[in-house]
């Protein structure tokens, strides 16, 4: 049949294509501009992932749904990604999940060139489509498609997407592939693909063909989240840059031009940095203003930084060796924490495997101090065998601990009362444990007495019995944090 629009020509498709927004998916099927003849009900299948995707794909641009490594546009050089966004509470907007590239094949090699790959091909220009997920619809057929943009990664972000593709085929040719996270790169990643760990594991080409998860390249959600805002829709201010130099990134590693910028003030104290900077001493944020300030970033956001969630954690050091202070991980809802059943869908682990650390290192070198030195910083992410072992283990345990009923008693010491639970502490687990993440303590019990100085809906969660309890997180371990810190930070 002879197409609506000109297949060869990028923006006469965009054009086309910018005739779906405000139309709900199944307007768009009720068009009947297809000769593909399909049910709607075909498209909505719990079953089929891309079903929306392959909707528009063959009942408006008229071609049949496929797995090409090819563009889906190959005249125009043009790839198609029907994508979803969501509405946060707080208005704001975020991408509603990573996109999917293509498969990274374990059958044969993987090609070293970025721009002789499927990668390449399928990202080097996409048209995407946003459509907003409202979970409140009775159907998917009606979300409505609000945006439509011709994208092509910019040239810094080129440059760190180059890295990022070396560092997924270093680790497939060194037959790790087992060992692949998504939090070992930036914007580019290497995420799963199939239902279960079971189902979805072939072995590796390289090495000695250890089995591993089937991937995928893909945007992180990180990254599709800014392009939505800032490239997209436009609506926010554009954040600060680390790095606005191509050429530089083409010759330096993201990570190494950080590790420049710290090494300069490596062997100040934090009052001649502060001084330096005119950082006013604040207890909670202090540090973390440090660290942005040597970064050349005049706010605590950075472009960079949001596009790739990394998050800056400050690390104080005392002169024994241990942290001042451990380390919080985002916190929980006992309630939804005990309805996880999938280890790789549980919010830990989604956390841990997508996000970056840079780790900004203090330390006060002697007893007598009263400044930490700066040591330097380290950009870090968990490695996979700590993530499947030590967290998954916590994780487990804990959520069968609130399934049994947490135990709670009271302790009387000489001048007061504390509440002792049996969550997994600090001695029970190498890598993380759990540990109260609230102003005050809030406790109720079974008989309705109330215990605490805070307050229930502020300081206090409910556990899936019924009774209170002060609100909990999961926490890095000091002493595992230090442990992956580099021999000259500690």
């Not at 029907?82 to 044969?108: F, H, Q, W």
């Not at 060796?321 to 991980?329: C, D, I, Q, V």
Request: net charge positive.
């Amino acid at each position: 049949m002879s197409l609506p629009y000109d297949d060869s020509n990028a923006k006469d498709i965009e054009d086309y294509a910018k005739a779906l927004i405000g139309r709900t998916f199944q307007e768009v099927y009720e068009l009947n501009l297809s000769h593909i003849k399909k049910d709607l009900d075909t498209y909505l299948s719990g079953a089929r992932k891309g079903g929306l995707g392959n909707l528009i794909e063959e009942q408006y641009f008229c071609y049949e749904a496929n797995s090409s490594p090819e563009a889906d546009f190959p005249k125009a050089g043009l790839e198609l990604k029907v994508t979803p966004y969501e509405r946060n509470k707080n208005g704001t907007i975020k991408a509603g999940e990573r996109l999917v590239l293509g498969m990274i094949s374990y059958d044969s090699p993987i090609e070293s060139d970025f721009y002789r790959s499927h990668a390449w091909e399928k990202c080097k220009l996409i048209l995407l489509i946003y459509y907003l997920r409202n979970k409140n619809l009775a159907s998917k057929k009606l979300y409505r498609i609000d945006y439509v943009k011709l994208f092509t990664p910019p040239k810094t972000d080129l440059a760190i997407i180059l890295n990022d593709y070396k560092v997924i085929s270093d680790k497939i040719k060194a037959g790790i592939a087992h060992e692949l996270s998504e939090s070992d790169t930036m914007y580019l990643g290497a995420c799963t693909k199939g239902a279960n760990a079971e189902k979805s594991t072939v072995p590796q080409y390289y090495g000695k063909h250890e089995p591993a998860r089937k991937r995928a390249f893909c945007f992180k959600t990180s990254y599709m989240t800014y392009i939505l805002n800032y490239y997209v829709v436009k609506n926010v201010t554009l954040v600060e840059t680390i790095v606005d130099d191509a050429n530089l990134l083409m010759k330096k590693s993201f990570a190494e031009i950080v590790q420049d910028k710290f090494n300069k003030y490596k062997g100040k104290t934090d009052e001649e940095i502060a001084e330096k900077f005119g950082v006013v001493f604040n207890q909670k944020s202090f540090w973390i203003s440090l660290a942005y300030r040597i970064l050349g970033i005049k706010s605590n956001r950075a472009e960079e930084f949001e596009k790739a969630n990394i998050t800056v954690k400050a690390i104080r050091i005392e002169p024994n060796g241990k942290m001042k202070e451990t380390s919080p991980l985002p916190t929980f809802k006992f309630k939804d924490l005990v309805r996880e059943n999938d280890w790789e869908e549980s919010t830990i682990y989604k956390y841990l495997d997508e996000n970056k650390f840079l780790f900004v290192v203090f330390k006060k070198l002697n007893k007598s101090d009263k400044h930490y030195t700066l040591m330097g910083c380290q950009l870090w992410n968990m490695p996979y065998i700590d993530l499947n072992t030590h967290v998954f283990k916590c994780w487990e345990k804990t959520i069968d601990i609130l399934k049994k009923g947490v135990v709670l008693n009271k302790k009387y010491t000489s001048n007061k009362v504390i509440i002792e639970n049996n969550l997994p502490g600090i001695s029970d687990n190498a890598v993380i444990h759990i540990r109260p993440h609230a102003k005050n303590t809030y406790y109720e019990f079974e008989d309705g007495s109330i215990f605490g100085k805070g307050k229930r809906n502020e300081d206090g969660d409910e556990l899936p019995d019924g009774r209170w309890m002060t609100r909990q997180s999961f926490f890095f371990n000091g002493t595992y944090i230090v442990s992956q810190l580099r021999d000259e930070l500690k």
